[in-house]
């Protein structure tokens, strides 16, 4: 059984995530309609989110509480740091699934071959006040980017399995 792990490590500040990939003895079969299957993990992950839009941060109603500790205490509550990363892990292992790159139907329960690491961020003290503010002006270009590639990679992923 042969297996590749794949792993992205940015700055040191980053978000690192790591998947675990089986190369051999994959099932072909559920290719067809495993947009099917991975429909329900879907719905319950878009649950979470307040808006429609495909760029929706997870979290929506821990978003405003986050921001206001942020700005007026200067720290980010840890309870929110860890939901959006179990968020953040969950996605991933549905988009592992929908991406076909595992075969492993997505748990919502903690799974060792996907893996998620937060950059430490000492309770917010490392974090800006006003930052976060700013920030989401530049990021715009960087949604439109990546929502660009998202469909581009879907339909060669699909494609490449045909």
Request: aromatic content about 12%; glycine content about 6%; proline content about 5%.
């Amino acid at each position: 059984m042969s297996s590749s792990s794949v792993s992205y490590e940015g700055a040191s500040n980053q978000v690192e995530t790591s998947i675990e990939i089986q190369l051999t003895n994959r099932d072909r079969k559920t290719v067809f309609f495993r947009g099917i299957l991975v429909f329900p993990a879907v719905v319950f992950i878009a649950s979470f989110t307040q808006s429609m839009d495909a760029g929706a941060s997870f979290g929506g109603l821990l978003f405003l509480p986050a921001l206001l500790a942020l700005l007026v205490r200067g720290v980010y509550p840890s309870y929110v740091l860890s939901f959006n990363k179990s968020m953040l892990e969950l996605n991933a292992r549905i988009a592992a699934y929908a991406l076909l790159l595992t075969d492993e139907y997505p748990s919502i329960e903690a799974n060792p071959n996907i893996k998620v690491e937060l950059p430490e961020i000492e309770g917010g003290a490392k974090l800006s006040r006003v930052l976060p503010l700013v920030k989401w002006i530049f990021a715009i270009p960087l949604f439109i980017v990546g929502i660009v590639y998202a469909l581009i990679a879907l339909v060669l992923t699909f494609a490449a399995w045909i």
